[in-house]
Every structure is written in structure tokens, then in C-alpha cells.
């Protein structure tokens, strides 16, 4: 029963009382067999690191429990039980200079702490800005113009046909369309796909613009809307551009024109996304480099991010966890393969 207790406990979506009913035992007993025979270590840090944070714990220190992942074997090095500056580094200041200084590129969001966590406990690795989260910055600006176009196209909804001319209920009905595409399909204006920029595809009635249309034609539609929106559009291919054509070489001189095309924007809220880009220049440049043992893939957070969801997962399964250790022991038990049980339970100090 214990060892089938732990077994079932490595899968994501089980829970301690789903695997205490499965067995016959109380999800007391369950989660006592667990914390007796479950204690994952820290592991040794590795050359590069990602570090993110994901909402899935709520304690004294804050909601938000921060992830370390070792990016080219993919396991979880540990997991704190918060992302503030102040816990970060007391946490790493217990880890040996020596082993510190083997980390060779650290890869974050865009959140100030672990830029200065960086430059202190690392003093061999550079600090790389994950291209998700710059784009991912980008999206929440290109969100925001466009629901500023949308709001200006919004129709009266007390607006009587029978009260107005013939020019005003035109214009009335226009602004209708303009309205009804920028809400129903804002989802295609964020969206790389070969599909939207073909307008030879295939193209289907819309009853409530009363035509043909296709995906390029509804983007069509949109940026024709605002001046604003088309380009802010402009913008984001050129962001796309950037991260598909520069390297490690080029990425210096392509970025600088980036920030140009930005900051020669009309529109403020691109100005300030160009300001951003100064900010994180350096690390948005380190995003370039090369840490896998052949030298072929650019660090990211992708994967991280993929852990997240699974510790997510976690949470939401059960409902939350009150106890910090098992729910670390959990998800490092869960998130790495390698991680396993004690055959017989750890005694006490």
C-alpha cells in the first residue's frame, strides 16, 4: 500500500484523497506516507538557470512561489516559497561561492529583484530577458490600442434609425462593423500565422458585415478602422523580425534600430515600450546566446513555463496546500523524472 501510495503520488492529477479512497486508507495516512518518505534535495546549480514565479501558494511571505529550472536538463532545482529580494538572497547566500560561480547565464522575466539578485549572487553570469515575456509586454500595449480604437468606434446603444437621416444611419451602421470586428476577431491581429497573411484563402459569408471575407480581410478591415491600430500592427511584425533574423552578432545593431522604429512612434504607449527596450537592452541581447552543450538552441523560458502550468495543476487539484514543505516535496517530486522515494521512512533529527 505505501509503495503503491507513492507511485500514484508521481502522476499530476492525483490527489491525496483520490489515492487514500483508491486504497482504502484516510488522506491523512496518505499524506503522512508521503511526508515520511518523500524529501527532495536541492540540486546543484547548473551553468544556466531560469527562474520565473507562478501564483500557487499563499503564505506569510506572499502568493507567489518561485521556480529554478536547470534549462538544459529541464529539472526543477528548487522551488522558494517567495520571489521577494530580501528571501532570495538570504536563499542563495547559503549556496557555496564556488558553486555560484559556475552559473554562466541566468534567464528571468522583465521584474527588477531578479535583475539585482543576478548581478549579486552571480557574478560570472549575465542576466537574459526571455523573448516571451518581452513579447508577451508588447501584447498587453497592442491590447490596450486596441480597445482604445474599439472605444471609439463603439456605437450609441440608444441610437432610433427612425430618428435620424440617412447619413447618420449609415454611419451609425458602420460603426457597428467596426465595432463588432475589432471585438469578435481582436484575436487575429496577435496571431503569426501564414493563413492571415494569405488573401487567396478561402473566404466565407459574414452575416453581420453582409459580404465575403477571409482572415486577411478582416485584419484589413480592423487596421482601415485606426490609424493607431495599423501601426501598432507595423510594430509588432517588426518586434516578429527581429527575434527570427538577429543572432548573437547581429543582435546589437538590429535592436538599436528596433528602438528607433519605436520611439519615432505616434503612439505613446509604443514610445514607452520603446523606453522599456532601452531598459532591458543588455538582457534582451543575452537572450541571443547559445547554452546548450551544442550550441544550438537560445535560452528561453519556455520550459519553465511548462512547469508552471503543472504546478499549477497541482494546486488546483487539491484544492491548495497549507504546508510549504509538502508541497515543494510534491512538485519536485512530480516535475523530475529522476526524483524517487525513500525506500524506508527518513527518521527525524
Excluded at 549579486?120 to 501584447?139: G, R, T, Y
Amino acid at each position: 500500500t505505501v509503495y503503491n501510495v507513492l507511485n500514484d503520488l508521481k502522476k499530476p492529477n492525483e490527489t491525496f484523497t483520490a489515492v487514500a479512497h483508491r486504497y482504502h486508507i484516510s488522506p491523512t495516512a496518505a499524506a503522512y506516507i508521503f511526508d515520511r518518505h518523500v524529501n527532495i534535495s536541492r540540486r546543484k546549480l547548473p551553468e544556466c538557470i531560469c527562474i520565473d514565479e507562478v501564483y500557487a501558494f499563499s503564505s506569510s511571505k506572499g502568493d507567489y512561489v518561485c521556480v529554478l529550472l536547470d534549462f538544459n536538463s529541464q529539472n526543477v532545482i528548487d522551488l522558494l516559497p517567495s520571489r521577494r529580494k530580501y528571501d532570495l538572497m538570504n536563499y542563495l547566500s547559503l549556496i557555496p561561492r564556488e558553486e555560484r560561480l559556475n552559473v554562466k547565464v541566468v534567464s528571468t522575466d522583465m521584474w527588477e529583484t531578479y535583475r539585482i539578485v543576478t548581478k549579486l549572487m552571480f557574478p560570472n553570469a549575465v542576466n537574459s530577458v526571455d523573448k516571451f515575456h518581452l513579447v508577451q509586454e508588447f501584447n498587453r500595449r497592442f491590447e490596450r490600442i486596441r480597445i482604445d480604437a474599439m472605444n471609439r468606434v463603439k456605437p450609441n446603444p440608444n441610437f432610433k434609425e427612425i430618428n435620424h437621416s440617412s447619413c447618420e444611419v449609415t454611419k451609425h451602421r458602420e460603426m457597428q462593423k467596426q465595432y463588432y470586428v475589432l471585438k469578435k476577431f481582436n484575436w487575429l491581429l496577435l496571431k503569426n500565422d501564414d493563413k492571415i497573411s494569405d488573401p487567396d484563402m478561402e473566404k466565407k459569408y459574414n452575416r453581420v458585415l453582409e459580404g465575403y471575407y477571409n482572415y486577411y480581410d478582416l485584419v484589413e478591415y480592423m487596421i482601415k478602422t485606426d490609424s493607431q491600430l495599423e501601426e501598432a500592427l507595423y510594430l509588432k511584425d517588426e518586434l516578429k523580425r527581429f527575434f527570427d533574423k538577429s543572432d548573437t552578432d547581429t543582435a546589437k545593431d538590429n535592436l538599436n534600430e528596433l528602438i528607433r522604429e519605436f520611439k519615432s512612434s505616434s503612439i505613446p504607449i509604443m514610445n514607452e515600450f520603446g523606453n522599456t527596450m532601452v531598459r532591458w537592452k543588455n538582457e534582451i541581447i543575452n537572450s541571443f546566446i547559445k547554452v546548450n552543450p551544442e550550441k544550438t538552441k537560445r535560452v528561453n523560458n519556455g520550459i519553465i513555463e511548462n512547469r508552471n502550468k503543472t504546478i499549477k495543476n497541482i494546486k488546483h487539484n487539491s484544492n491548495g496546500y497549507r504546508n510549504w514543505e509538502r508541497f515543494r516535496n510534491r512538485v519536485m517530486y512530480v516535475l523530475n523524472d529522476d526524483a524517487t522515494y525513500y525506500m524506508y521512512p527518513k527518521k527525524k533529527d
